[in-house]
């Protein structure tokens, strides 16, 4: 469950957002924002289950690659233009460089040099395009002396399991009773959570701005509402509707988060003016 802090941190952007340009009422790019450090450790948490379920594929390429040097004689009577042997060999490499830069991933990642979630990003599509090349190199095999033929077929089968365990990584959210992906279900949860509570604040907040607004008005004295900083002006009315439409919020809580929320957004300068308004409000 999302804090109540990282909540309303959300709504005071949100909130910022929405009168600061009408049309941005909070889309898909601005949650990406919002999110960034939660979805940051959610791609952590990926690339350290991608790496545990993909334990073992890296020798199986190495067995693949064995294996086309064991049936050289088998492939050029397929395709004695060698075109077959060059795709195998294509073949072999690919699905070993994958292995390898899958390997490479979760040290990039522990040494957080950087690059590495655009590794992740590239890497995890990748798995349906070599699922179907393997597919079609299989029918152009199927000549081949049945011992062979197998062979190629258990490694390939093998290497569709390890696809299947990387696309659970790629999309974990269709897979909800996958305990493997238990800590990935959690934290994507909780950045849904924040999102649906922030939304829920911001529009309880937007729904009273009128009265919010004539009583920030009112409290900031000489300092015209027009003045105040768009940031500012966020906190007072999360705040301010807490104090005046949630009677069982001692207001001295709002009060406090609201001078965090200034000092961490604008400065202590913003968060003395915070604190002395909503002071004001919470008197009246």
């Known amino acids: 469950m999302a804090s109540r802090r990282l909540v309303r941190q959300a709504a005071v952007q949100l909130l910022y957002a929405r009168f600061a340009s009408p049309k941005n009422q909070g889309g898909p790019e601005f949650w990406d924002l919002v999110n960034d450090k939660a979805a940051l450790d959610f791609d952590r948490a990926r690339v350290k289950v991608l790496s545990h379920l993909q334990q073992g594929r890296e020798a199986l390429t190495e067995k693949l690659q064995r294996l086309l040097i064991e049936c050289v004689t088998p492939i050029l009577?397929?395709?004695?233009?060698?075109?077959?042997?060059?795709?195998?060999?294509?073949?072999?490499?690919?699905?070993?460089?994958?292995?390898?830069?899958?390997?490479?991933?979760?040290?990039?990642?522990?040494?957080?040099?950087?690059?590495?979630?655009?590794?992740?990003?590239?890497?995890?599509?990748?798995?349906?395009?070599?699922?179907?090349?393997?597919?079609?190199?299989?029918?152009?095999?199927?000549?081949?002396?049945?011992?062979?033929?197998e062979k190629f077929t258990d490694i390939f089968e093998k290497l569709d399991k390890y696809d299947a365990r990387a696309r659970m990584v790629h999309f974990p959210e269709n897979y909800p009773e996958q305990r493997d992906l238990d800590h990935l279900h959690r934290l994507s949860n909780e950045m849904k959570e924040l999102e649906k509570e922030a939304i829920k604040l911001a529009d309880h907040v937007e729904a009273e701005v009128a009265t919010i607004d004539k009583a920030i008005d009112t409290a900031s004295a000489n300092f015209d509402i027009e003045?105040?900083?768009?940031?500012?002006?966020?906190i007072?009315?999360?705040?301010?509707?807490?104090?005046?439409?949630?009677?069982?919020?001692?207001?001295?809580?709002?009060?406090?988060?609201?001078?965090?929320?200034?000092r961490s957004f604008s400065g202590t300068e913003s968060a003395s003016f915070v604190n002395g308004v909503l002071d004001k409000i919470s008197k009246t």
Not at 244 to 261: G, T, Y
């Open 227 to 234: 003045r105040i900083s768009k940031v500012d002006l966020a």
């Open 236 to 262: 007072l009315r999360l705040a301010g509707w807490e104090i005046m439409k949630l009677p069982e919020l001692d207001a001295a809580i709002s009060i406090n988060e609201a001078v965090d929320l200034a």
């Open 77 to 149: 009577a397929a395709d004695p233009t060698e075109k077959l042997a060059r795709d195998l060999k294509a073949v072999s490499a690919r699905e070993h460089l994958w292995a390898e830069d899958c390997g490479n991933l979760r040290r990039l990642t522990n040494a957080d040099t950087g690059g590495w979630r655009q590794e992740l990003q590239k890497l995890l599509p990748e798995v349906g395009e070599l699922c179907q090349t393997r597919v079609e190199i299989l029918q152009r095999i199927e000549g081949f002396p049945p011992a062979q033929f």
